[in-house]
């Protein structure tokens, strides 16, 4: 039976930051242009985002281990389902169950901001379980990363911001593709490091489909490109929005060394590490200069 440090390893507490930073890059964003900061709507919109990332790596490990994507010959952290730890309808009800949270925690949202809101949140709410499952499972198909930048990049930025502001933004699309650039980063070593495991239970992820030299270079234009995109602010007139974040690149070059220099192995766990955590860095350090910034981007 699975214990409580199980589940909560099961929910992959590493990868949460992708569900964090869109939100605090995205609340900092609307508080800045609208002159106000909603703490009811932000905490709402934070904790939908978390109970979704959940249930995605809920059902990641459910789904997984009936296709038998997981083996004992996995080399990335133990899934529950796959170690035994607890039955696959299980961890499949447990992902239901927080998709439910999200809802209720979207409820506000939806008072606040109207049919937006379900646009945005159906479709989020599908993909939770659309990652691994249904009849186009996105990460057997090697659109894993294209639902991550998406998602938990373009959408969360901008959805975030608008749930303070009312308003949609360019800025908020910019600082959506540079947080989904870096969240992207996750995805694409934990399927660098897997593509022998996933080569062999046929899941296409496209390190898979294109080669672990693809999958590097994936890794590395991500890293870089999220810190590029940052011209935009500087042009803006906003330019330690740009500058502070460039603090965290030396993480970024780091691991980008490293997954050119090792070999798939469990040293990209550490490296899935380091990159949750430059991702927070860079999300704090961009929402703290767009809070200071002295005036409101024109």
């Known amino acids: 039976m699975a214990s409580l440090f199980d589940w909560i390893a099961a929910a992959r507490p590493k990868t949460l930051g992708a569900a964090i930073a869109p939100v605090v890059v995205g609340s900092a964003l609307g508080a ?3 002159g106000h900061f909603d703490l009811v709507l932000a905490a709402c919109t934070l904790g939908s985002c978390v109970a979704l990332q959940i249930a995605t790596n809920f059902f990641n490990d459910a789904l997984d281990s009936i296709k038998g994507a997981d083996t004992h010959a996995r080399i990335g952290p133990r899934r529950i389902t796959a170690a035994g730890q ?4 299980t961890v499949k009800n447990a992902a239901w169950l927080m998709l439910l949270v999200a809802t209720l925690l979207a409820l506000p949202l939806f ?3 109207g049919l937006p809101i379900v646009f945005i949140g159906l479709p989020s709410l599908y993909f939770c379980f659309g990652y691994t499952g249904g009849p186009v499972p996105l990460a057997y198909r090697g659109l894993g990363e294209l639902f991550v930048i998406l998602f938990f990049g373009f959408v969360a930025v901008t ?6 502001t009312g308003e949609w933004y360019e800025a908020a699309l910019v600082a959506g593709f540079q947080i989904g650039c870096l969240s992207t980063v996750l995805i694409a070593i934990n399927n660098l490091r897997d593509v022998e495991e996933d080569r062999q239970t046929g899941k296409r992820t496209l390190a898979v489909r294109l080669g672990i030299g693809f999958a590097r270079a994936e890794i590395v234009l991500l890293i870089l490109a999220a810190h590029a995109a ?6 803006q007139g ?3 929005a740009f ?8 993480i970024g070059l780091f691991v980008a060394w490293r997954v050119i220099a090792e070999p798939p192995s469990r040293g990209h766990n550490r490296l899935l590490a380091m990159s949750g955590a430059q991702l927070i860095a860079f999300s704090a350090l961009m929402s703290w200069a767009i809070i200071k910034a002295k005036d409101v981007m024109p």
């Open 243 to 250: 500058t502070l974040p460039l603090a965290t690149l030396p």
């Open 111 to 113: 008072e606040a901001r």
């Open 238 to 240: 906003w330019e330690r």
């Open 32 to 34: 800045k242009i609208c």
């Open 86 to 89: 607890a039955a696959a309808g």
């Open 230 to 235: 940052g011209f935009y602010w500087f042009q």
């Open 159 to 164: 959805g975030t911001a608008f749930v303070q």
